[in-house]
């Protein structure tokens, strides 16, 4: 209710505005869609002084505007923007404020018709943006893509958050907000839990390190004359909820695997698996064998590599199946034991990897 009554005051504040910022409708109609490729042919000049949008040839002002010292007229993938220098400038931590300084007059040229072209950027995206100049705001219409506008704004060198972002569109808001604040949470994770684990690893002489995210209250006790066959040697445990709770929504997995992918790291997987805690019970069977499970526990997982790719994952799951191995106890003793281990071809579950493939 309070986000609601915020919206209606500030749909009083900038009822007059509204189109210029992005066409982000307060009035309660259907929002407004953003500009198509065949909309493009019918708007060629979005004039913010006068507060009009159309054709070049249809706005009489343009020519007496364009000419005036405080103006600037921006050229953004083939539609011109008029606008007043001094509301750039009002901002020179942002990329135009700081393009349209006067310090930097040698490097900025504008082409022969004075125009000054912006890259990278679609026109009807550039449109929410100076919303940021005018009102401090971006008024982001419901239909928007959410993504565009971060990048836009990461580009542009604009704040992206709840104070200039407007937008009826809370799920996809949230969403940004939350890929952001992953991915600056699981840099801290890197270097305060994750890095400590792999240099000890790669001081082994290992190429490759394989942890397993515990909770704190997990515990780990395994029979030391029948352990499970989960390649101990190669594998390393981290104690933490706080990671444990984090790497529990695919999200947040996406976001690690791409910061670890952005560090130079390969053969990235992340997913979940099962992972023996202790011994659940022991059954003698006939001829002496013995037989052990253990307890399983499903348990955020991360697999990389500081080295070259490989044709072929060396990867053992950690499935929770009951497969066993016979083991010789003695060499003069015919006793065997049977542990249940997973078998080496089943792989552990990556959902990242099964989106991308069903994608394709």
């Keep these: 209710n309070e986000y609601k009554s915020y919206l209606s005051d500030m749909s009083l504040r900038r009822k007059s505005s509204s189109d210029m910022g992005g066409g982000c409708n307060r009035s309660g109609a259907p929002p407004t869609p953003l500009a198509t490729d065949n909309d493009k042919t019918k708007v060629d000049l979005v004039n913010l002084i006068t507060g009009k949008e159309g054709l070049v040839a249809d706005d009489t002002s343009f020519n007496g505007l364009k000419d005036q010292e405080d103006t600037l007229v921006l050229l953004v993938d083939g539609v011109r923007f008029l606008m007043y220098r001094s509301l750039l400038l009002a901002h020179p931590e942002t990329m ?73 569109n809370l799920s996809s808001l949230m969403h940004e907000l939350s890929n952001d604040g992953a991915k600056k949470k699981f840099e801290c994770f890197l270097q305060s839990d994750i890095v400590p684990k792999m240099a000890e690893t790669a001081m082994k002489g290992e190429r490759e390190c394989h942890i397993v995210c515990l909770k704190d209250e997990d515990v780990v006790d395994w029979d030391e004359e029948y352990p499970p066959s989960v390649g101990e040697d190669q594998l390393t445990i981290i104690k933490s909820s706080e990671i444990n709770r984090f790497l529990k929504y695919i999200e947040n997995r996406g976001i690690a695997k791409a910061v670890l992918q952005e560090k130079g790291l390969k053969k990235i997987r992340i997913g979940i698996e099962g992972f023996p805690t202790h011994k659940e019970k022991v059954k003698v069977k006939q001829h002496g064998k013995i037989q052990v499970t253990y307890f399983y526990v499903q348990r955020p997982f991360i697999v990389m590599s500081w080295e070259k790719e490989e044709l072929r994952s060396r990867h053992v799951d950690f499935a929770n199946v009951s497969t066993f191995q016979l083991v010789q106890t003695d060499a003069n003793n015919t006793d065997q034991v049977e542990v249940n281990t997973p078998p080496i071809n089943l792989n552990a579950v990556d959902e990242i990897e099964q989106i991308r493939q069903q994608s394709q």
């Design 96 to 168: 135009l404020g700081r393009m349209f300084d006067e310090n930097n007059s040698r490097l900025v040229r504008p082409n022969e018709k004075g125009e000054f072209r912006i890259e990278n950027v679609s026109w009807d995206i550039f449109k929410i943006i100076l919303g940021f100049y005018r009102i401090r705001e971006l008024a982001v219409p419901y239909d928007a893509n959410m993504n565009d506008i971060k990048e836009a704004c990461d580009y542009f060198l604009i704040p992206f958050n709840i104070q200039t972002i407007v937008s009826e």
